[in-house]
Nanobody, 125 residues
Framework: QVQLAESGGGSVQPGASLRLSCVISGRNFFGNYATAWFRQAPGKEREFVSV????????QYEDSVKGRFTISRDNARNTVSLQMNSLKPEDTATYYCAADYGGKGSRIDSDYEYWGQGTQVTVSS
């Protein structure tokens, strides 16, 4: 089994920054996972935010976060991070980390086998 644990969410004002982290662990975790961040706002469908392949060669962002969010990973620590700068009220959502074994970096949530519980990000003045 593989477990994902997100942290780093919080309540901030517009323009502020947050750094989300996702730690991946488990007895069956041997690496080679593409890892993505998705988010879901109240009353809306879950949407893709960003993805990074295992080796880091494929990185993608949803258009509204390009230039503001940066995804990175430290495979030695089994951690994927999402640095979020210049936060806007429309970034308010629960953010989920997801892992796709053998994946190259998909934007489709159904491609991901393992999910964390989510961390809340609220951007409000």
């Amino acid at each position: 089994q593989v477990q994902l644990a997100e942290s780093g969410g919080g309540s901030v004002q517009p323009g502020a920054s947050l750094r989300l982290s996702c730690v991946i662990s488990g007895r069956n975790f041997f690496g080679n996972y593409a890892t993505a961040w998705f988010r879901q706002a109240p009353g809306k469908e879950r949407e893709f935010v960003s993805v990074i392949s295992w080796a880091g060669g494929n990185i993608q962002y949803e258009d509204s976060v390009k230039g503001r969010f940066t995804i990175s990973r430290d495979n030695a620590r089994n951690t994927v991070s999402l640095q979020m700068n210049s936060l806007k009220p429309e970034d308010t959502a629960t953010y989920y980390c997801a892992a796709d074994y053998g994946g190259k970096g998909s934007r489709i949530d159904s491609d991901y086998e393992y999910w964390g519980q989510g961390t809340q990000v609220t951007v409000s003045s």
